[in-house]
């Protein structure tokens, strides 16, 4: 059966939400889309149509609700969690048994994903979930309310695209795939959401964005989402006579968002109230962290207020006398959001890093540093490059740049929707653009901030199938793996490794690579660890290159790899000689596969489970 | 509150408005009182689309009334009290608060009752015109969306003053509830452990 929909999915970390395009209807750049109202509990035994579905699921006790409380359109036989606006306001009150941020744990190098390990702070009784399993759970949600919407258009038959932040690592992409398999969904793409940004700015253009862009320009995506920030650099490139655009760089990651912005507010406006003899406990917390984002908004939204009052209700019924009145002002929004996140630093500004403490950390790596415009000139510095090789940008890129100079900016995300913070960014860049003498950059206008993830997923899949504008770019690292030197050992020193390229950049989907010369020897029916390394600017290495050197910036070091060679028809013990493979699938992840000489095939694991003593 | 006692002040006729819209909702002796009299408060202008009781001629022969299911009434109320605090607030006694105090929780109940109009309802006015305009109505006119008041004598078409605009629901959005769902339970009980 053939599609009749192309359907986008934003896998958020606070937020999912379902997009799709009637392809019986599109014909060329001329898209008819819409956004799926999502049925979920608002309530016990209360279902609401929302256009998005929280990215949180609920583990209640057993005697917590009544029987058939839990009841959605559609069955619900077997499950005893909840997904969605219920689990959101739930979990407030009873966080022990809130999962949050699966989605960031997923990314998460330091745990195993595959574990039950959320929420990370409940009690022994809580029957925990691992991260992968809180993901599927969100994606199937999304499904059955479009099986339920549409039964004349059954999901598993219709073109699917789920996004993921550009910065996810080959383990999380693999694993956000897997999640979408275990949710049954047949054949789902992966897309960076950057890109969905792009593509949805582009579909809600009508064909205009082709005025709005030129070849040569050079797109630099702001994405700060609730939980995480996300930078790409997009080139438009003119071949055979059309604009293409070519997506050459993609930042780190970065755990840091909207959410926080929030969360800092309240606590600076709870240390107010502190110092006026008020303590609020956990739920008044919550709904001053809920008051304050509807100050932020108001301020950042109305540049002539100066104040805006916030009221904690009070919890008991006595809602006069028990209700705490603040108020928020304007120089503790510009001190906190714009000059905290968004401070009008110079271009040569690097987040600060601490080390760590010692002990293993077991909550999620938040970034360190707050102050967005920061990472922002930290990964412009490191990109400073990323164009030279390009057709038709020599001329633009000097050895004296310190930085690459984005010639537009496009923004997405709901903390733009404040024109203050996206001019106080625009302002930032274009002052690093004066000192290096170079043209100021330009907004792209006309974003939807909220879907136009999910929107550019959607519009994505109907590009798949040839009907508009497609984003070029292929993988966004390089990989590697650790090679020990053939060096005489000498105590007290490891022995020194070498990097050798198992996969180069750019590795368009579809194509496989063979690791030339290079054997590797595998212990039948043993695991074998493999040191990996990405890197986001090493952009010439070829596949079997051999790096004895390389800057700290160079390359990252990512969760080990291990492949084990199953021991059926061997005897355990033996050596078998095979070669590697790496493929770019269709499917927007990276493999790696072992060959044996009898052309046997085997894949690499990405997502190790991590002993203790890491 | 400064107002003398003869003669309630806004935030108690407020409080008073509200009291007596859930009285008579809820209570059917109650509005029949109100029905009867004519003395009792008249319901406070509310968003929901719960019919308040008309008050039905006194006639020997009754029309047969429509019998209404409290289910979607006893809904509403349930999204007031959680987004906006409605039946907190009107339980409270305001005499012992000062103003500044109901202020502040106003803000709650304002924001909480816009959001559930916004999130459940699309009202639209009845009539487009500015208030303060004059209106021609024909013959024939809806005579249940327009009401006539001051010198209502002769013959359509009438001409007059728009003195306000009318609010039409123009959609619902309620909840869909599960079978075993209990709607009477407005705000469960809250017990911390």
Excluded at chain 2, 65 to 87: D, G
Excluded at chain 2, 157 to 172: C, E, I, Q, Y
């Amino acid at each position: 059966m053939s599609a009749r929909y192309a359907i986008g999915i934003d896998l958020g970390t606070t937020h999912s939400a379902l997009s799709y395009v009637d392809l019986e209807a599109s014909d060329g750049e001329k898209t008819a889309h819409g956004v799926l109202p999502i049925p979920q509990l608002s309530a016990p035994g209360t279902v609401e149509d929302l256009p998005l579905l929280p990215s949180f699921l609920y583990l209640p006790h057993p005697d917590e609700l009544a029987p058939g409380e839990l009841a959605l359109p559609w069955s619900t036989e077997g499950e005893t969690a909840v997904a969605g606006e219920m689990a959101r306001s739930r979990g407030a009150t009873t966080p022990i048994r809130l999962v949050s941020s699966a989605k960031s744990w997923l990314c998460h190098p330091g745990v195993d994903r595959r574990a039950a390990i959320l929420p990370s702070d409940a009690p022994e009784e809580v029957a925990r979930v691992s991260p992968l399993e809180a993901s599927t759970r969100y994606l199937q949600h999304l499904r059955r309310a479009w099986d339920h919407a549409h039964p004349e258009a059954p999901f598993d038959q219709q073109q699917v695209t789920v996004t993921i932040p550009a910065s996810f690592d080959p383990g999380a992409r693999e694993l956000t795939a897997e999640a979408a398999r275990n949710a049954g969904y047949a054949s789902a793409t992966l897309l960076e959401e950057p890109q969905a940004a792009l593509y949805s700015w582009i579909q809600g253009s009508n064909g205009a964005w082709r005025k709005q862009v030129k070849a040569g320009d050079i797109v630099l995506v702001v994405d700060v989402g609730g939980g995480t920030s996300d930078f790409s650099l997009i080139a438009i490139l003119e071949v055979d006579g059309k604009l293409e655009p070519h997506r050459v760089a993609v930042g780190d990651h970065i755990l840091l968002g909207g959410d926080n912005m929030d969360l800092a507010l309240a606590h600076l406006v709870a240390r107010k109230l502190a110092a006026n003899g008020t303590q609020l406990d956990a739920w008044q917390m919550r709904a001053l962290t809920y008051g304050c984002r509807g100050a932020k908004e108001h301020l950042l939204a109305d540049p002539n207020a100066t104040t805006w009052p916030i009221v904690v209700p009070s919890r008991g019924s006595k809602l006069i006398g028990g209700s705490i009145r603040t108020e928020l002002t304007r120089e503790e929004v510009t001190a906190f959001i714009t000059d905290g996140f968004f401070p009008r630093v110079e271009a040569g500004a690097r987040p600060a890093t601490r080390t760590r403490a010692g002990l293993t950390q077991l909550g999620l790596p938040y970034a360190q540093d707050a102050a967005i415009t920061k990472h922002l000139s930290a990964f412009l510095a490191r990109q400073a490059g990323a164009t030279a090789e390009l057709e038709g940008f020599a001329g633009r890129v000097s050895a004296e740049h310190s930085f690459l100079h984005p010639s537009a900016v496009l923004f997405n995300g709901g903390v733009f929707k404040s024109s203050i913070l996206s001019q106080r960014v625009m302002d930032t860049i274009n002052d690093w653009l004066y000192m290096e003498g170079a043209e100021p950059a330009r907004m792209l206008e006309g974003a939807d901030l909220d879907l136009a993830v999910a929107r550019g997923a959607a519009y994505y899949s109907y590009a798949r199938r040839g009907g508009g504008v497609r984003i070029r770019g292929g993988t966004a690292r390089s990989y590697y793996v650790g090679v020990e030197s053939s060096m005489p050992a000498i105590p007290g020193m490891e022995p020194p490794i070498q990097a050798l390229c198992v996969a180069p950049f750019g590795m368009e989907e579809g194509s496989e690579l063979e690791l030339p010369g290079q054997e590797f020897g595998l212990v039948v029916g043993e695991p074998v660890h493999f040191r990996f390394f990405g890197s986001t600017t090493r952009r010439q290495d070829q596949i079997g290159d051999v790096l004895d050197f390389w800057g700290p910036d160079e390359l990252q070091e990512m969760n080990e790899i291990q492949a084990t060679l199953p021991a059926e028809g061997r005897t355990p013990g033996d050596v078998v000689q095979v070669k590697l493979h790496a493929l770019a699938t269709e499917a927007g992840t990276l493999e790696l596969a072992a060959l044996s000489p009898e052309g046997q095939r085997w894949n690499v694991e990405f997502d190790v489970r991590n002993t203790a003593s890491q | 509150m400064t107002t003398p006692t003869q003669l309630p002040g806004f935030w108690s006729r407020l409080s008073l408005a509200f009291s007596a819209f859930f009285k008579a909702a809820g209570d059917a002796e109650f509005a029949a009182r109100v029905r009867d009299d004519q003395v009792g408060p008249v319901a406070a202008p509310a968003p929901a689309p719960v019919p308040t009781p008309a008050p039905a001629p006194v006639a020997p022969a009754p029309t047969p009334l429509r019998v209404n299911t409290p289910e979607s009434a006893l809904q509403l109320l349930t999204l007031l009290q959680r987004e906006a605090r409605l039946i907190d607030f009107a339980n409270e006694n305001l005499a012992s608060y000062a103003d500044a105090d109901i202020g502040a929780a106003a803000r709650v109940v304002h924001e909480g009752c816009a959001r559930v109009l916004k999130e459940h309802f699309t009202i639209a006015p009845v009539r487009t015109e500015a208030e303060g305009a004059r209106v021609t109505l024909e013959e024939g006119f809806d005579a249940a969306s327009v009401r006539l008041t001051g010198n209502v004598v002769g013959k359509a078409p009438f001409k007059g003053t728009l003195s306000h605009r009318g609010w039409r629901a123009t959609d619902v959005r309620l909840p869909q509830l599960a079978k075993e769902h209990d709607a009477s339970v407005i705000a469960p009980a809250e017990v911390e452990l």
